[in-house]
């Protein structure tokens, strides 16, 4: 059974600071990582992924990833009122084909205190 | 439109009706998927379409039948569902693998 696992949260942090997510799996052939963030109410949002191990940084957003411990990261730097949601780690198991069968964690809630 | 929209954005039903979900994506991409997102649970793939195959979740009740009549459609037919199906069904879409997966706005689904 393939499985990833987060710290469900709620996760609270002053507005400005910076917000750690932490996820780790299980299938160590996995080959692709992405974050999904998702506002009460609506669908997820896909707002960064990252195949290689290392650091990849996109504005406030830095996903880290370190397949030799499967565990995955998003670091939210500066973070605002508007940050607030569940972020979503998911995990693609690729076995070939055209399709992505992606494993979701159950997401951890986070909430950024004005 | 733009992106992936879903129909109807809710749903209420009673365990005889048969009613379907419809996806459209506009993004030109190649894979379409079915998922199912319960309260306290993880999303969960239901179904995938692609240009090479169909993939099932062999835990799908056979009471949800997908169907996909080319690239940019996608269906969910259902029928004497269960209270315990209620859920937020969300379609997806994605252009080949590694580059992440494109979410609906999802359809808001209530058995009675």
């Known amino acids: 059974q393939k499985e990833v696992e987060q710290n469900s949260g709620p996760l609270s942090v002053p507005e400005g600071a910076i917000a750690s997510l932490n996820c780790t799996y299980s299938?160590?052939?996995?080959?692709?990582f992405f974050w999904y963030r998702q506002y009460s109410g609506k669908s997820p949002e896909l707002i960064m992924f990252?195949?290689?191990?290392g650091d990849k940084e996109d504005g406030r957003f830095t996903a880290q990833l370190n397949k030799a411990s499967q565990y995955v990261s998003l670091l939210i730097r500066d973070s605002q009122p508007s940050d607030s949601a569940t972020y979503l780690c998911a995990v693609s198991p690729w076995s070939g084909g055209g399709s992505e069968k992606l494993v979701f964690g159950k997401g951890t809630k986070l909430t950024v205190n004005p | 439109e733009t992106g992936v929209t879903q129909t109807p954005r809710h749903l209420v039903m009673g365990m005889t009706n048969k009613k379907s979900l419809k996806c459209e994506q506009h993004l030109g991409h190649n894979a379409m998927y079915w998922y199912k997102q319960s309260a306290k649970k993880p999303l969960e793939l239901m179904f995938v379409y692609s240009l090479e195959e169909r993939v099932e979740n062999n835990s799908v009740p056979s009471r949800f039948s997908p169907e996909c009549p080319n690239s940019s459609h996608l269906f969910l037919h259902l029928h004497t569902l269960q209270p315990e199906d209620s859920a937020l069904y969300l379609c997806?879409?994605?252009?080949?693998?590694?580059?992440?997966?494109?979410f609906g706005p999802g359809t808001r689904l209530t058995v009675l």
């Open positions: 997806a879409s994605s252009q080949d693998h590694l580059v992440g997966q494109y």
């Open positions: 990252i195949y290689s191990n």
């Open positions: 299938d160590r052939g996995s080959q692709s």
